[in-house]
C-alpha cells in the first residue's frame, strides 16, 4: 500500500507541475501585454474608446495623470519600430505628447493639438 500511496503523490505532483507550467506559459505568452507584466486590459480598453477629437482633460480623467509630456512624439523605444506613427504624428497638428505606461512595458502616445483635443495616437513597448 506504501509503494500505490507513493506512485500517486508523485503522479497528482507531475499533473500539478504540467498545469502550473501550462497556465504559466499562457500568462507569460502576451510579451509586454503579459498578465505577469502587470498589463491591464481595461486600460487598453479605455485607451482604444478614445476617438480623434476627444478633450486632453477626458482622456487624463480615465487613463490618470500621464507618465510625462513633450512637444514631440515620444514613445519610450524612441521611434525605432515605429516609423509609421511618427509619420502619422509629424502630420498631425499635435503640439503637447502625453504618454502613459500599462504594466511594465507598454506605453500609449496620444498628441493634442492647440485646444487640447486628440490629433494622434500611438502605443507600443519599449
Not at 497556465?23 to 502576451?30: E, F, N
Not at 474608446?49 to 523605444?77: A, H, M, Y
Not at 509609421?84 to 502630420?91: C, G, V
Not at 496620444?110 to 483635443?117: K, M, R, S, T, Y
Amino acid at each position: 500500500m506504501k509503494a500505490q500511496s507513493k506512485y500517486i503523490v508523485i503522479a497528482i505532483g507531475s499533473l500539478l507541475f504540467v498545469g502550473i507550467a501550462i497556465a504559466s506559459y499562457h500568462l507569460v505568452k502576451g510579451g509586454p501585454k503579459s498578465v505577469i507584466l502587470g498589463f491591464d486590459k481595461n486600460m487598453q480598453s479605455r485607451y482604444e474608446q478614445f476617438p480623434i477629437g476627444t478633450q486632453r482633460k477626458e482622456v487624463i480623467n480615465t487613463l490618470g495623470s500621464p507618465l510625462w509630456s513633450k512637444d514631440e512624439f515620444c514613445l519610450p523605444s524612441g521611434h525605432r519600430g515605429y516609423e509609421d506613427s511618427l509619420a502619422l504624428a509629424k502630420t498631425s497638428n499635435a503640439i503637447k505628447y502625453d504618454v502613459w505606461r500599462n504594466g511594465v512595458n507598454w506605453f500609449y502616445c496620444i498628441g493634442f493639438d492647440e485646444d487640447g483635443l486628440l490629433a494622434v495616437k500611438a502605443e507600443g513597448n519599449d
